[in-house]
């Protein structure tokens, strides 16, 4: 038996089979004689056989967890067997640091030093490790000599651990049969608990052992995961992951935060009350292999009867399944990590600084691409074999250049359980009943804007959940269901990302925010605002109607932050809202922050850019088409409609333009249901462009949304639609006064 046949043995032991068991410890000691391993693997090779023998000997606290220092082992020695080296026998998580030519030792201890300051994490204060944990007796030097990468795979495999066992315990509480998922998060634990001790990290691995105990319960039936029982094992979620993010932090040579609560939380999983019945059974191997098509219902209930846990070797020797069958069912049943409904598409994980450099370098080649095709030389040639390798070059580089911007594109399903997390917590500490329904949560967006919207949306659901929503009494007097009901809704239109926060609470009332306003000075008293310039005050900085601040809102801080945020994506937020009936916050934002497609615009000698999803049309107008009326400027009839003309040249000082409308270009675009109509020159085709700031030095540029190179080599401005507009209306109200 080969130590790939160890480690597959281990992984669907059990600590009652002692045939087994017996097995292990026979193979064990015949590669301690072979002479077929290193000398370096005596002492691992010496602490595997100790594992098997205090899990025969019935000598351990813990067997599952010898079990998995056994596993744990058992992989260093495969290690140890690749690369020749100690140093390299590290990991359960298949990671190593390469070659011992190629590593480098660890720096010194500095005052930043990561080292120094993941081992301080490592042999920190806190309570004691687990007895019989994995890696206990192993010194922290000797793991941060090992590899610092290691450590950095284990902080990352762990926090997505945690992250789908997070949305499967919330899906859990609305689904409860649903044996799977209780073994998902199990798994989840259990493999923090092991990795974390075999590498001397002993408050995360005591934190995942009692929670993984108490998990152990729900998948024997003993308990139901809803309750008091999903609010100890969320709270266990939260505390390892500011423990591991610790560790995050110890590796960037900085210092996290200490986590509050650790002993509490400890004291609670040793002795959980509220026990509640639970009558969903974990799916066991016969199951398992029926739901496989391997075998019949009837012979694997008949061979559970007679073989107990011995089922697949019954099943074996009557020739129902091969030993393959069996094999894949105990993978299925043992190292299954991920959630039901989760894709089996291979995954790399790549740096994000790698992918965004990927995305710049493309970015350069697409401005490099249309200063060659548009150069003079290439565009006037007479030589068709030359046109249409610059049109096939021209297809690559949009292939190409689509295909980097999806790499960064991630759906929003992991900020949308986030979200369902939070709602849960509000409502449960305002004793509220509140239901949460999301919709649209594949959509994607890019990656660099998860994190900016993260901020808006959770003010904005904490508002939904603590002042939209009503208390149950409160909504039956009113004729509603005492159940609440938040929706999050996300969907792509006009290339744009939708998201919408709607709830149906109790409204917001316009005439008091109308009233704090002009307590607060911010409106004149007796000045009649229209429904959505009221709304927009809720943005004001420290503005709230809050009758009483609570911990988690009503300072009037948060809906500033919201705006600030999500301008700077260059979105717009709009609120809509009836009194009794609930109110909708609703986020415009772009695809991506990199490239857009636009319409080039000449006014005069220079060139401007126009977000092709804004522009409506493109007309040479009649001049009777044209009026000027008086508080409304320069108009132009449209369908029966007259919409604001806008002057672009005037806009930007630009000389030599053309003044005549009936000679030059009106370009209708719309922006959130508003029309006008920009006077240009000419329109010099569509491209595709990549965004570039103006920069910090400019300030902000309430017209002009970016920049980007042309294919002549010229900078053209990128018009901000939604800037114009504002600007459009404000010089007409300044001209009617």
Do not use: W
Not at 358 to 368: C, F, K, N, P, T
Not at 505 to 523: H, N, T
């Amino acid at each position: 038996m080969t130590l790939d046949d160890l480690a597959l043995a281990v992984v669907g032991i059990e600590p009652g089979d002692l045939q087994e068991l017996a097995h292990i410890y026979g193979h064990l000691e015949s590669l301690g004689t072979s002479g077929e391993l290193p000398a370096a693997a005596d002492r691992i090779l010496g602490d595997a056989i100790r594992c098997v023998e205090q899990i025969i000997l019935e000598n351990c606290p813990d067997a599952a967890q010898t079990i998995a220092e056994l596993a744990a082992h058992i992989t260093a020695l495969q290690k140890l067997c690749e690369y020749g080296d100690p140093c390299d026998a590290v990991s359960p998580l298949g990671g190593s640091g390469g070659p011992p030519s190629e590593r480098q030792p660890p720096a010194g201890p500095t005052k930043a030093d990561p080292a120094a300051t993941v081992a301080d994490l490592m042999t920190g204060s806190g309570r004691p490790q687990a007895a019989g944990a994995a890696g206990s007796s192993r010194a922290a030097s000797d793991v941060i000599a090992f590899d610092p990468a290691l450590l950095a795979e284990f902080v990352t495999e762990s926090l997505e651990h945690l992250d789908r066992a997070e949305g499967i315990l919330l899906d859990l509480e609305t689904n409860p049969n649903n044996p799977e998922g209780v073994n998902s998060i199990f798994r989840a634990f259990h493999t923090i608990k092991g990795t974390s001790g075999f590498l001397g990290l002993p408050r995360i691995n005591i934190v995942a052992h009692k929670a993984e105990t108490l998990l152990d319960r729900a998948r024997k039936g003993e308990i139901a995961l809803a309750g008091g029982y999903a609010d100890l094992t969320l709270a266990s979620t939260d505390l390892l992951k500011q423990l591991i993010e610790q560790v995050r932090a110890g590796l960037d040579g900085t210092i996290a935060p200490e986590p509050e609560g650790v002993d509490a939380l400890l004291d609670r999983l040793d002795a959980p009350d509220e026990p509640l019945p639970c009558e969903s059974q974990p799916m066991r191997l016969g199951e398992i292999l029926v739901a496989k098509g391997k075998a019949d219902r009837e012979v694997v209930e008949t061979a559970a009867e007679t073989a107990g846990k011995k089922i697949g070797e019954q099943l074996v020797r009557q020739g129902v399944v091969s030993p393959r069958d069996v094999v894949d069912a105990l993978r299925t049943q043992k190292q299954s990590g991920a959630a039901a409904g989760v894709g089996t598409d291979a995954t790399l994980r790549v740096s994000m600084a790698r992918l965004d450099r990927l995305i710049d370098m493309v970015g350069e080649l697409v401005i490099a691409q249309a200063i060659v095709s548009q150069d003079p030389v290439v565009r006037d040639t007479d030589s068709q074999a030359l046109s249409r390798k610059v049109s096939q070059l021209d297809k690559i580089t949009r292939e190409l250049q689509d295909l980097t911007l999806s790499m960064r594109m991630v759906p929003l399903k992991g900020m949308f359980q986030k979200m369902a997390r939070l709602v849960r917590d509000v409502a449960r500490k305002s004793g509220k009943d509140v239901r949460f329904v999301t919709e649209g949560d594949e959509t994607e967006i890019d990656r660099n804007m998860v994190d900016a919207i993260s901020d808006p949306l959770v003010h904005m659901m904490r508002n939904a959940a603590d002042h939209g929503i009503e208390p149950p009494e409160e909504r039956v007097r009113a004729g509603k269901s005492p159940q609440g009901t938040i929706a999050l809704r996300a969907r792509h239109a006009a290339g744009k990302v939708i998201i919408e926060v709607q709830d149906d609470g109790r409204g917001i009332d316009s005439r008091r925010i109308l009233a704090k306003a002009v307590e607060r000075g911010l409106v004149e008293a007796g000045r009649d605002l229209p429904e959505a310039e009221i709304f927009d005050l809720l943005f004001a900085p420290g503005f709230s109607t809050a009758e009483k601040v609570t911990d988690v809102s009503g300072r009037g801080v948060g809906m500033d932050v919201v705006k600030k945020n999500i301008d700077s994506l260059r979105g717009r937020v709009e609120i809509t809202s009836a009194k009794g009936a609930g109110s909708t916050f609703s986020i415009s934002l772009p695809l991506t922050l990199a490239i857009i497609d636009g319409m080039l615009l000449r006014v005069g000698r220079q060139t401007y850019i126009l977000p092709t999803v804004t522009i409506e049309q493109a007309l040479r107008p009649e001049p009777g088409d044209l009026s000027t009326v008086k508080g409304r400027g320069e108009l132009v009839m449209l369908r029966g409609k007259l919409i604001p003309m806008f002057r672009l040249h005037r806009l930007f000082a630009v000389p030599g333009a053309c003044e005549n409308p009936t000679e030059a270009l009106l370009v209708v675009v719309e922006h959130e249901a508003q029309r006008i109509a920009m006077l240009a020159d000419e329109l010099l085709g569509q491209q595709q462009v990549v965004i570039k700031s103006l920069g910090s030095a400019l300030g902000e540029v309430p017209v002009v949304s970016g920049a980007a190179i042309l294919g002549d080599g010229r900078v053209g401005l990128i018009l901000d639609v939604g800037g114009i507009i504002r600007v459009a209306r404000g010089a007409a109200e300044e001209e009617s006064a």
